[in-house]
């Protein structure tokens, strides 16, 4: 079968292929469905909250966050100096 636009003289056919929903969309629905990769690849409670806070928190709460803990950190540094 010819579709209609090649017998027209048209030398090409534009095909549109894709996945209607947006990428978020997307995963939450293989998540929800049990994908395997989640199955494969474990995380720390302290990494999933970390990814939980990149991808939700507004990003004024994000880096007031990442200034207490480096200051956390210079803190120590200092202690063991």
Avoid: C
Wanted: positive net charge.
């Amino acid at each position: 079968m010819v579709h209609k636009d090649l017998k027209h003289g048209q030398d090409y056919e534009v095909v549109m292929v894709g996945v209607p929903r947006t990428p978020t969309e997307f995963l939450e629905a293989a998540r929800l469905v049990g994908h395997p990769r989640g199955h494969l690849v474990r995380t720390s409670m302290d990494v999933d909250q970390a990814i939980k806070a990149n991808l939700e928190w507004p990003q004024h709460q994000l880096l007031a966050h990442r200034a207490a803990v480096f200051k956390g950190w210079l803190k120590r540094v200092a202690e063991i100096k």
